[in-house]
């Protein structure tokens, strides 16, 4: 039982000073959970704090695999309006 | 306790029509540092965001040391990272604390007129307090000559005010872009708060009560308060008046209002859902209407997180880690040499300042013209003077004559926001570009001018002019504009609008 973090990340540190169980480290490439520190925050926090605060839609993953952060989620940029403005721009 | 404020008895020139003299420092003559209180002004007068005057001369850095945030911002992208690009919250490195200290030794030593250094991200600084504290904590101890500034978006502000007043720390920047929690939550989608993140109108609340409450906080401790806002057309353009009162009553001493900057490719909320800036005609009027209850500041940059010299230069490619770590620097010995090119400049902008009010007072005894405000572009590196050709100019800055006088309005970058493949975009070139940006000027002060961009720039309707090399800004412009007023080029103001003026 524990979050991830994946390559999506933009080491932005938010994450590490929020964990409430000392999992998050900075790491190369990016920041990383400890499987073996993390307890998904329970018995600390109703919510997972890395997740809560995490900027990236899809960086943080749940134990299943799936992101806790979906995409629009935290920009509120629909995730087709955000398709479309990036096939535009590689169409230059 | 309130600080006293810029235009706290205005003038009838004030309450102006637009396009006329409607601020503080119209007129050749009074700076807008001029009517601050001496104590104020004392801390202002070398800083270079926060005086128009100053920022010809000193330089400013930034360091990124903070790269988390506690709230989401709709103008702002986290995964944005670009050399090309100059605009807030973008940095190329992120510095521990002890790098910060080093680079900033570094390039104070190298550029002596650096005399202010900020955190300002590329995250919220007050949002990563150990990493901010530690670099202010440090450099108060081994740079005392170097005044600490740091911006926020307030969210954490009243719990650092106390940290903050320990430190070098004369100036705080407060990013508060609406007092109304329903705007709030047009431009703010969430905020981490308690542990939680917090969406909509109920997050934008929370943030907007910390922000003047922390406001508040620091004006009761003495500390200068700058309030940046960011002018989004349809969603907090309307109510930015009401900003600028609110935060002027509680006692901030400047108020700066920006213009949004969005573009699809920067993967923001409001450049991919194409929320436009305001034009320069927008953000000139709504600065204009700000500043009868407030002093506007007009000379920002916006610049990036890291960025390094004076504004609108950034030399930040000199000062990279691994260059820094190869400088040998000794700080006494460059705090001398500080001192004294401080002082020069110091006198040197007294002096110009005393010639400026004697010109001004000149031009009162003058017969006062009738004629039409006009708009023209100066190409300047510094110093006050015209000294930039046409095609070297990254920047311009515009000012508006009039009978009144001149009067700084704003810069515009050369080449918008991108400085990479010029013919990016729609192929438009460069000169194009330029030109595009000079649009509602009808004079360009350079240098010197080549042939084809001269006449693309007549062919433009904007006139260019070589003829003022070296010479003070403020002057330059206005024997230009008597001369258009002496050639019958400015229509004298119907009867009608002079009388409202």
């Known amino acids: ?92 | 306790m309130q600080l006293p404020v810029l235009n706290d008895t205005p003038s009838p020139a004030e309450h102006g029509a637009k396009g006329g003299c409607s601020a503080s420092s119209c007129g050749t003559t009074e700076n807008q540092m001029d009517t601050l209180p001496d104590s104020i002004r004392e801390k202002v007068q070398n800083h270079p965001c926060y005086s128009e005057d100053a920022h010809h001369y000193f330089a400013r850095m930034h360091v990124a040391v903070a790269p988390a945030c506690n709230i989401q911002c709709h103008y702002c992208n986290r995964k944005y990272d670009c050399a090309n690009e100059s605009r807030p919250g973008v940095v190329s490195e992120l510095l521990t604390p002890d790098q910060a200290v080093k680079k900033t030794m570094a390039v104070a030593a190298t550029i002596p007129q650096m005399t202010v250094l900020g955190i300002a991200g590329p995250g919220d600084p007050l949002a990563n307090p150990e990493r901010t504290f530690e670099t202010f904590r440090r450099l108060s101890e081994e740079a005392p000559d170097i005044k600490l500034c740091v911006s926020t978006n307030g969210l954490a502000l009243p719990d650092a005010v106390e940290e903050l007043s320990k430190h070098n720390i004369d100036h705080v920047t407060i990013t508060i872009n609406t007092v109304d929690p329903e705007i709030g939550a047009k431009i703010y989608p969430w905020i981490f708060w308690k542990n939680k993140r917090i969406k909509g109108v109920k997050g934008a609340k929370i943030l907007i009560e910390q922000q003047q409450k922390g406001l508040e906080m620091l004006i009761a401790k003495g500390i200068l308060v700058k309030v940046n806002s960011v002018m989004i057309p349809g969603v907090n353009d309307e109510h930015l008046a009401e900003v600028s009162r609110v935060v002027k009553s509680k006692g901030a001493f400047l108020h700066n209002v920006m213009p949004l900057i969005a573009e699809a490719e920067h993967g923001t909320f409001y450049g991919v859902m194409g929320q436009r800036g305001p034009t320069p005609d927008e953000l000139q009027d709504l600065q204009d209407s700000c500043s009868g209850d407030m002093n506007m500041m007009r000379h920002c940059r916006q610049c990036r997180a890291d960025a390094v010299g004076l504004l609108g230069e950034d030399r930040g490619d000199e000062f990279t880690l691994d260059k820094i770590e190869e400088m040998d620097i000794d700080y006494q010995a460059a705090m001398e040499k500080r001192k004294v090119i401080h002082q020069a400049i110091q006198e040197e902008m007294d002096s110009k300042r005393l010639e400026k009010a004697a010109k001004a007072e000149q031009h009162k005894q003058e017969p006062k013209l009738t004629t039409r405000p006009v708009l023209m572009a100066v190409a300047t590196s510094g110093q006050g003077v015209i000294n930039v050709h046409f095609g070297h100019a990254k920047e311009f800055l515009i000012y508006e004559a009039s009978p009144e006088g001149v009067r700084f309005i704003s810069h515009r970058k050369a080449d918008q926001y991108c400085g990479g493949d010029s013919t990016c975009g729609d192929g438009e070139s460069v000169l194009q570009l330029t030109i595009r940006a000079l649009a509602g000027c009808e004079v360009v002060l350079c240098s010197k001018v080549g042939y084809e961009p001269w006449e693309m720039l007549e062919a433009a309707g904007i006139a260019p002019n070589g003829e003022h090399a070296m010479e003070p800004i403020g002057e330059a412009v206005m024997a230009v504009y008597k001369e258009m007023a002496a050639a019958g080029k400015l229509d004298a103001i119907p009867e009608a609008l002079r009388a409202n003026a």
């Open chain 1, 1 to 92: 039982m524990a979050v991830s973090i994946i390559d999506l990340c933009v080491n932005c540190f938010a994450c590490e000073p929020v964990c409430p169980s000392n999992a998050i480290s900075e790491q190369k490439p990016h920041f990383m959970v400890d499987p073996k520190k993390c307890t998904e925050c329970e018995g600390d926090f109703p919510v997972f704090q890395c997740a809560s605060i995490c900027p990236i839609e899809g960086a943080i993953l749940d134990s299943f695999g799936t992101a806790i952060n979906p995409p629009g989620s935290l920009t509120g940029i629909p995730p087709e309006k955000m398709a479309e403005a990036m096939a535009e721009l590689q169409s230059h």
